[in-house]
């Protein structure tokens, strides 16, 4: 793991050092930008700030919605431009996949410390679930069942794998796949009812202020160490920062912080648009786009960081 994680730290340095100094004004061709979203709010939150920026400095970014193995799949027949929710080393099959096609370059990490695993109502630890090895012992508590997200998700099929090959001792439970939106439902009834639930967690998101969670250790075999702990990437098709200097260097500088996106989340899902949510946190944390915006310019050639600022009203 350590050398796949080696080599995608080198992707990403000669990109950056292609990209470095002062980028050419991209030509017209460039203007749209196909981003992805599988339906997650981090990267909901991150499509929303990116495309405030964009639309911005001239471009017109498009967001689809598409699983991660569609999406993906995308990028590789050369349909979808950037993908800002390259989640490692949980994707690292999918990037296996796609380097072996020559099919991606990555622009740069855009998120650190991040983690992704199972976890329960802190209730639960406390009757002595805090390890995958207890899930088993306490399988009627939990209805042998086990909530994920959206079908087709690695972290699904993580979970499916320990099913299946009996990890954990957890043949005979079922993993019951839906989205993030009705998985969180889920966890709100069964902790208002006090009943048990395990369930997949990840920060940043609101969950982690909105529940009382305990994230559970001994998972490192599928979810790595450190609860998960994971780098977020941001991933363009082969070729797009050549052809486009300009806006892949926006990208490849463009970093966000667990604090940003849990703000950004929780205003989401409470109902607002996530680039109105977008445009009101860029306005009060305009420095935040300082380093994004260095040596960037407008999609026709004008100073970038002038353009935003006008456009936000700064």
Known sequence: MTMKFHAHGLAAASVLCALTGLAHADELSCAAIRLSDPGWTDITATNGVASVVTESLGYAPEVRTLSVPIGYEAMKTGDLDVFLGNWMPAQQHFIDDLTAA?????????????????????YMAAQGVADFADLAAHGDAFDHKIYGIESGAPANASIQKMIDTNDFG???WSLVESGEQAMLA?????????????????????????????????????????????????????????ACPNAAKLFTQMQFELEMENALMGEILDGTDSKVAATAWLKAHPEAM????????????????????VALGL
């Open 102 to 122: 020559d099919a991606i370059e990555v622009l740069g990490q855009n998120l650190a410390g991040a983690k992704f695993t199972l976890a329960v109502p802190s």
């Open 170 to 172: 957890l043949s005979g």
């Open 186 to 242: 889920q966890v709100e009834r069964a902790e208002k009812a006090g009943e048990g639930i395990v369930f997949l967690a990840w920060a940043p998101h609101p969950m982690n202020t909105a529940h009382e969670l305990t994230y559970l250790s001994g998972g490192d075999a599928y979810f790595g160490p450190d609860y998960g702990g994971a780098q977020v990437y941001t991933l363009a098709r082969k070729g797009w920062s050549e």
């Open 290 to 309: 300082d380093p994004w915006l260095e040596g960037v310019t407008t999609l026709e050639g004008a100073p970038g960081a002038d353009a935003v600022k």
